[in-house]
């Protein structure tokens, strides 16, 4: 798989769609691998910063999903020609509607006490997959070993083949990184909000928003008072790493780190 390295991270230089049939074709030609997908954007990039340790996890997945549009942009600006958003939501629905008719298993885990449970009914009613297998909701401390390793052998018995992590970044690639030391199935896939965003509740926003890059205002509109820190980190944050790595790389050809 192509991929271009924005902030130090490897972002899949790709769409959507291609990606949806390249884990259905692994699922069939390499059966269980525990293969990590990370749908992550500016706030991933930021984070690899800020703990060193978190950019070994992201680079040792199998793919890191552009999640945001200011991760094409610069990708774009790099030459990766093909490189197109794909946002966690859209994949998550994309997948899910594509293996409705076909034999593969989905497991949900995330969210607060009670949405993964409303997210597999969404998927049987409004998606028409009926292959929801098992959900959990993690507790918001980290978990020890011996949980981690009684909530595998729980998926497991369900026999998924795509478990679905849906927390806050970092902490979600972080656990999908331990878990697939225990776990067998094919992939682990984190996609932050989207089972908030399917369950309706949290609201997504408008497509246009979406495609100026403006969704990090929408959303903390939204939900002020929890994400105002956050995203007053990571905007300026996020431009000044990529300006350091363009004067690097075109002016000092320094190779990206």
């Not at 954007?41 to 800020?50: F, L, P, Q």
């Not at 994309?94 to 034999?103: A, D, G, N, Q, Y």
């Not at 990529?242 to 075109?250: A, G, M, R, W």
Request: hydrophobic share 40%; aromatic share 14%; proline share 4%.
């Amino acid at each position: 798989m192509k991929t271009i390295k924005v902030g130090g991270v490897n972002f899949y230089n790709g769409d959507i769609i291609s990606l949806v049939n390249n884990v259905i074709d692994l699922i069939s030609i390499n059966p269980h691998q525990n293969y990590c997908i990370s749908a992550t954007g500016a706030h991933g990039v930021v984070e690899t910063r800020k703990q060193l340790s978190f950019k070994k996890v992201l680079n040792s997945f199998y793919l890191n999903m552009p999640d945001g549009m200011p991760i094409v942009w610069v990708g774009r600006i790099k030459g990766a020609k093909e490189i197109r958003r794909c946002y966690g939501p859209d994949f998550f629905k994309s997948l899910i509607f594509k293996t409705s008719s076909l034999p593969i298993n989905h497991f949900f885990c995330g969210g607060n006490e009670g949405v993964a449970e409303e997210l597999k009914v969404v998927c049987n009613q409004q998606y028409n997959n009926q292959n929801i297998v098992g959900t959990f909701c993690p507790p918001f401390r980290e978990m020890t070993e011996l949980e981690l390793k009684e909530l595998a052998q729980q998926i497991n018995q369900t026999k998924a083949n795509i478990v679905w992590i849906g927390l806050s970044s970092p902490k979600q690639e972080v656990f999908a990184s331990k878990l697939r030391e225990y776990v067998n199935c094919d992939f682990l896939i984190t996609v932050g909000a989207a089972f908030d965003f399917h369950t309706g509740k949290v609201k997504q926003a408008p497509r246009w928003v979406q495609k100026i890059g403006m969704e990090w205002f929408f959303r903390l509109s939204m939900e002020p008072k929890r994400l105002y820190k956050r995203y007053f980190e990571i905007v300026p944050v996020f431009i000044w790493l990529n300006i350091k790595e363009f004067v690097d790389f075109y002016i000092f050809k320094k190779k990206s780190v």
